[in-house]
């Protein structure tokens, strides 16, 4: 059987680029060599499992291995739309997935290609349009016939994006469904994470610490260092007016982690709260310098 490992291998780079990661620090990061790690990339080398879990972990991509190894296809539509999506491509990549929809139709993927299709016409903001609202209903057909992680990450990724359109109802009513249905701890925590950013919208703040502070327990202990960083900024924002003070300690352990991890991003989101905390806390000096760095990462040398 032909493994897609240039297909695989470009959608890596292509994640690692858009996270201003380089190879050597993603080596770093994973113990895996910068030069194997290159041929990953370069469709040389097919990783094991194991090796493809801390890539994937790393740069916070979902893991499904069902998924991943296709043999009809270079990869599945589903990770195409969510992994190698890019706005400057989002009608390329509608156009691929409408050329890929019969040999789908004929598989056990037909759901994943509804999901994908509804995923990018959604991006593309057609939100409510008679065809995005057809494909849901779909959607809503096919879950029957999947189960087990297949079942799971459907609820799953149908959850966030409800809780993209501001669905937050439905957003937790599938998310709720998907953690029923999920058994991976890693799998567990992401739906726990969103979950407290829907019960943030719900303005139920307790509610959505203690579930924030299960997810990131989870991501800490199996080393999802990126989904971490996020879930810790989810909570200075639960902190930020009430206490700021215990907003401000979070946000500098956080920028402390990126510079450690070279991770600009993350860097940037804690400099914003951090700038908010200091003028929550009447420093307005300290504000102006954490206003200042996040100019400097905005505008850092590429």
């Not at 809503?140 to 993209?164: F, N, P, R, S, V």
């Amino acid at each position: 059987m032909e493994y897609p490992k240039k297909a695989l291998g470009v959608m890596l780079r292509h994640n690692r680029i858009d996270q201003n990661i380089s190879l050597r620090t993603l080596a770093q990061r994973t113990g895996i060599s910068a030069m194997y790690l290159s041929d990953v990339e370069n469709g040389v080398q097919r990783p094991a499992d194991y090796t493809l879990r801390k890539l994937f972990s790393e740069l916070a991509l979902p893991y499904d291995p069902d998924l991943i190894w296709q043999p009809e296809f270079s990869l599945a539509p589903l990770y195409q739309a969510i992994l190698d999506f890019r706005m400057e491509v989002r009608d390329q990549l509608a156009e691929q997935l409408n050329a890929r929809r019969e040999s789908l139709m004929a598989s056990c993927h037909c759901a994943q290609f509804l999901l994908a299709r509804w995923i990018v016409q959604v991006s593309r903001g057609e939100n409510r349009s008679a065809e995005t609202l057809a494909l849901k209903a779909s959607l809503m057909q096919m879950e029957a016939g999947l189960e087990g992680t297949d079942l799971c990450w459907y609820q799953l990724y149908l959850g966030i994006h409800e809780k993209a359109l501001d669905e937050v109802e439905s957003a937790l009513h599938w998310l709720i469904q998907a953690a029923k249905s999920g058994q991976d701890e890693g799998v567990k925590a992401l739906i726990d994470y969103h979950h407290a950013d829907c019960l943030i919208r719900l303005h139920q703040p307790q509610s959505a610490l203690l579930m924030n502070q299960r997810a990131l327990d989870q991501f800490s202990h199996d080393g999802y260092f990126v989904r971490a960083i996020h879930t810790r900024i989810h909570q200075i924002d639960l902190f930020l007016n009430d206490e700021p003070a215990h907003a401000q300690a979070l946000a500098l352990r956080v920028r402390q982690e990126a510079e450690q991890f070279q991770c600009p991003h993350a860097r940037l989101m804690a400099e914003e709260r951090l700038a908010l905390a200091a003028l929550l806390l009447n420093q307005p000096e300290a504000a102006l310098a954490h206003a200042q760095a996040c100019v400097e990462v905005i505008h850092r040398p590429a």
